[in-house]
Structures are given as structure tokens and as C-alpha cells.
């Protein structure tokens, strides 16, 4: 081939090598150059993880006081509910009334206003019927005694017991029926 026939960009291959190492040579990073960048990255990114760990401490500290303040005014709405009730009392102590029937009912209005608390406060009473049958979840026997009922079956209720959101606060404590 003649150099009229080759292509004018084959023309002169050391011409090609050099333009094109110039923006090579302006690509490369002298070592001190990659260490200043990677530095800068690192410092960067500590504190990144600095920030990032910080945040982390104070989320874990709200949560500890959100827990302790929860716990702490747990029973709060509760207590809202049973201030009329300590409320009824107080008033029942502070009347003269001779009267026994009237200060039965008014024990009795009291005890409605404690037991709609209680159901506010989503406390439920357990107070079995005589001939349920025992339920160790939610009974405690005290005694078994001869009856004509069914074997184990509740006789005789000694003392309700409550469930709180269906967690057994104190089982009833029942009597029941010995087998035959």
C-alpha cells in the first residue's frame, strides 16, 4: 500500500498514541492524590457512622423512656374510672343516716360504679354458677367435699376471682364435688 491509499487517521499511528495518552495521563491519579480522595471518603464516612450510631442512642433512649413512662401511667385511665367510686364511699361514711336499707342501697350504687370501672378498665369478674365444672385456668380449688353434683364440678364459691384483658388476675376460689 501506498500512503496515498491509507486512511489519514492511520497516517501517523505515533500522532494517534499521543493524543490519546494525554487525557490518560490527566485520568491517573498520582498515589498522593488517590490517598487525599480516599481520606476524604473515609472522614466522610466515619462520620456518617458517627451520626448514624448517634441516632441509633437516642432512639434507644426515647424508646426506654417511652417504656418507663408507660408503665409508670399504665393504670392512669384505670384510676380515672375508680375516683367516682372513692368518691361514692366517701360520701357514704360522711351521712349520718340510720337508716340500714338506704345505706344498703347506696352500698349497692357504689358497687354498680366499681364494676362498671372494672369493665372500662377491661377487668372481668369470675364468679361460676354451682354446677359449673371446674376450670383450673380460671378456678382454684380449696376443697373437695361429697355432693350429689357431678364429680368436679364447682359447690360452693368462696371467693370471684378477676381476669384483666383475659390474663387471670386471682382465680376464683371454689369448693368443689368429690367423686362418688
Do not use: C, W
Not at 491509499?5 to 495518552?21: F, K, L, M, R, V
Not at 458517627?50 to 417511652?66: S, T, Y
Not at 385511665?77 to 364511699?89: G, I, N, Y
Not at 360520701?91 to 352500698?107: I, N, Q, V, Y
Amino acid at each position: 500500500m501506498t500512503q496515498e491509499n491509507q486512511n489519514p487517521e492511520q497516517e501517523n499511528p505515533a500522532a494517534e498514541g499521543s493524543a490519546e495518552a494525554s487525557p490518560e495521563v490527566a485520568a491517573v491519579k498520582t498515589p498522593e492524590e488517590e490517598i487525599a480522595e480516599l481520606n476524604q471518603k473515609l472522614g466522610e464516612l466515619q462520620d456518617h457512622f458517627l451520626r448514624a450510631k448517634a441516632e441509633g442512642e437516642n432512639i434507644r433512649r426515647r424508646a426506654v423512656e417511652d417504656v418507663a413512662k408507660a408503665h409508670k401511667f399504665a393504670i392512669e385511665s384505670f384510676a380515672e374510672h375508680l375516683v367516682p367510686v372513692t368518691d361514692s364511699l366517701y360520701a357514704a361514711l360522711s351521712t349520718d343516716a340510720g337508716d340500714a336499707k338506704a345505706f344498703k342501697e347506696g352500698l349497692e350504687i357504689t358497687l354498680k360504679q366499681l364494676l362498671s370501672a372494672f369493665e372500662k378498665g377491661r377487668m372481668t369478674e369470675i364468679n361460676p354458677a354451682v354446677g359449673d365444672k371446674f376450670d383450673p385456668h380460671h378456678h382454684q380449688a380449696i376443697a373437695s367435699v361429697p355432693s350429689e353434683q357431678e364429680a368436679n364440678t364447682v359447690v360452693s364459691v368462696l371467693q370471684r376471682g378477676y381476669t384483666v384483658a383475659d390474663r387471670v388476675l386471682r382465680p376464683a376460689l371454689v369448693t368443689v364435688s368429690a367423686p362418688k
